[in-house]
């Protein structure tokens, strides 16, 4: 009954499962991390990953555009036991020409990756060069094993807005624990930088193997499906992938520049406290999030059959939960680090002092409340969102460069957190209300108010 009340289905259940395998874990990851890499070797560890999260440039936001548009033709047709699929031969066909669209896709934007990245980052790594750290050989296995991921993207996508829920999160879950696993062994190995390669192939693999025995039926069937009805990607998917794109670019400014730029200004010992006290902030926003991002192909399903008022209420309990959990997580991280740094262990040098990490996690609640706004508008195969973000990403962007530059991680916090209160959850919340009432005319009197 409680898990019931707090909307835990499988698919949650499962996802909470991966990211308490991340909360059990992460702390070991770190102090592995803190042990067998310098200061210096920890900052281009987390500099790495945040100079490969401009891969988001090439994808332009596709996988969640697939899960959106997946879900709209699911809600006609089911799948049996055996993977085959049934239903309306119209949906069928839609849905197979959008996996063979998206694979073409994703194979280009792989290839980009593997050489675009390689020599941009090559070169930005380069501008500081530090002798004594072996980095070259590192970062291009770790983006060739990364435009392979991104191939196998669209397939991901579109099982999970087939509402293959608890078969996907069970899957990430097994693969986030191969993953951890993965790292901490080439650690441990002496493999250093080369961990994030290592890691990342063992992601893959694990994927290939997960499609070819949990749904290499229902894929084909997809695959050889007869297309008698296009998906008309000018008219029906586009004017709402670009946006989603412009967001997710956007993305990149406001949420992935903070490590790179402290990186450039301050050297790879303060990116490796950036990058470290980010990770542990990220996870209070994943774990918040798992409540609603395994919920989002049954609102694509409940907007396609117009039921309003029911998406309505799931969405207002989804938002409460959410905050809540964030508001929790946010305080348990607090204190940790609070108790790890006042204890005087070594692995508290690596993280970033208290008043940055406590504006940070402030505005990660701010920043949660805005998330779930933009997930319920965005299943109706909108994103008018676009606007609000590209100016947040204009003023975060602008203000992490200058105040991360002549302040550090305390000035790029503070603007940080200002630009949160002052634009971004205004603007949302007026965004979320205003086409809310415009699209669901009928149910326009209730108010959806928090």
Same mark, same amino acid.
């Given at each position: 009954?409680?898990? +019931? ?49 401009? +891969?988001?440039?090439? *994808? ?12 709209? *033709? ?85 099982? *999970? ?51 070819? &025995? ?26 709402? +992938? ?30 490796? +406290? ?108 909108? *994103? ?54 415009? &699209? ?11």
């Amino acid at each position: 009954m409680l898990l +019931q009340r707090l909307e835990v289905n499988r698919g949650v259940f499962y996802s909470i499962l991966s990211l308490g395998w991340s909360a059990l874990s992460g702390p070991g990851l770190m102090l592995v991390i803190a042990y067998w890499l310098s200061a210096e070797e920890q900052g281009f560890y987390y500099t790495f990953s945040s100079v490969l999260a401009l +891969q988001v440039f090439v *994808e332009l936001g596709l996988a969640i555009v697939i899960v959106q548009v997946a879900s709209h *033709e699911w809600a006609f047709l089911n799948r049996d036991e055996s993977g085959n699929i049934n239903g309306e031969v119209r949906s069928l066909s839609r849905l197979a020409s959008l996996i063979k669209f998206s694979l073409k896709w994703y194979f280009v934007s792989g290839l980009i990756v593997m050489v675009g990245l390689s020599v941009g980052g090559y070169f930005f790594f380069m501008a500081k060069p530090y002798p004594g750290i072996a980095w070259q050989m590192p970062w291009l296995a770790l983006c060739f094993v990364a435009g392979l991921a991104m191939m196998m993207s669209p397939f991901y996508s579109v099982i *999970e807005g087939c509402n293959q829920i608890a078969s996907i999160y069970s899957f990430r879950f097994v693969q986030g624990v191969l993953s951890t696993l993965a790292i901490i062994a080439s650690m441990l190995l002496g493999f250093g930088l080369y961990a994030l390669a290592i890691s990342a192939l063992v992601r893959f693999t694990a994927g290939a193997l997960f499609i070819g &025995w949990k749904h290499l039926n229902f894929i084909h069937r997809l695959l050889i499906s007869e297309i008698t009805e296009r998906i008309n990607w000018i008219k029906e998917v586009w004017p709402f +992938q670009w946006r989603i794109g412009i967001s997710w670019l956007s993305g990149y400014f406001i949420f992935s520049l903070f490590t790179p730029v402290m990186f450039y200004y301050h050297g790879p010992q303060v990116a490796g +406290q950036m990058g470290m006290t980010w990770a542990v902030i990220t996870m209070v926003e994943l774990i918040s999030y798992s409540w609603i991002n395994t919920r989002m192909p049954q609102f694509g399903i409940l907007i396609a059959k117009h039921k309003y008022a029911e998406l309505d209420r799931l969405f207002k309990k989804l938002f409460l939960i959410t905050v809540g959990i964030a508001v929790v997580c946010s305080l348990i991280v607090w204190i940790l680090i609070y108790l790890v740094k006042t204890s005087n262990l070594k692995i508290g040098d690596r993280l970033l002092p208290m008043l940055p990490l406590t504006i940070f996690l402030l505005h990660r609640i701010i920043n949660i409340m805005i998330g779930d706004m933009a997930l319920y508008l965005r299943a109706h195969k909108s *994103e008018p969102m676009m606007m609000p973000s590209l100016i947040s990403a204009i003023l975060a962007g602008t203000s992490t460069w200058l105040l991360g530059a002549a302040y550090g991680p305390i000035g790029a916090a503070a603007g940080f957190l200002a630009i949160g209160i002052v634009w971004g959850l205004p603007s949302c919340y007026f965004v979320f209300s205003t086409c809310r009432e415009k &699209w669901h005319k009928e149910t326009s009197k209730e108010k959806l108010c928090f």
